[in-house]
């Protein structure tokens, strides 16, 4: 059987993993508030609102596809075909 196997050109693809992987997390903060008011020049029942919101990201991936070589060719607006 392994002779059999050795003669098969592969048809499948690898993902590479750097060994130095960290699982990558993300913080979301947010803080908000309405107010209500009643204005002489605009009217009545008015709400002012706002919002924050902080994203703190750790150790954010990068992917890349190995797997895309250059054709050498571009289309017309310069974008590269792969």
Do not use: C, H
């Not at 954010?60 to 310069?78: H, P």
């Amino acid at each position: 059987m392994k002779d059999s196997l050795a003669n098969i050109a592969p048809d499948g693809e690898t993902d590479v993993i750097d060994s130095n992987f960290k699982t990558p997390s993300e913080w979301r903060y947010s803080i908000g508030f309405d107010y209500n008011f009643d204005s002489e020049l605009l009217g009545n029942n008015w709400t002012w609102s706002g919002e924050y919101i902080y994203v703190d990201k750790q150790d954010s991936l990068a992917w890349r596809d190995l797997n895309r070589q250059l054709s050498g060719e571009m289309i017309k607006d310069g974008r590269i075909i792969y």
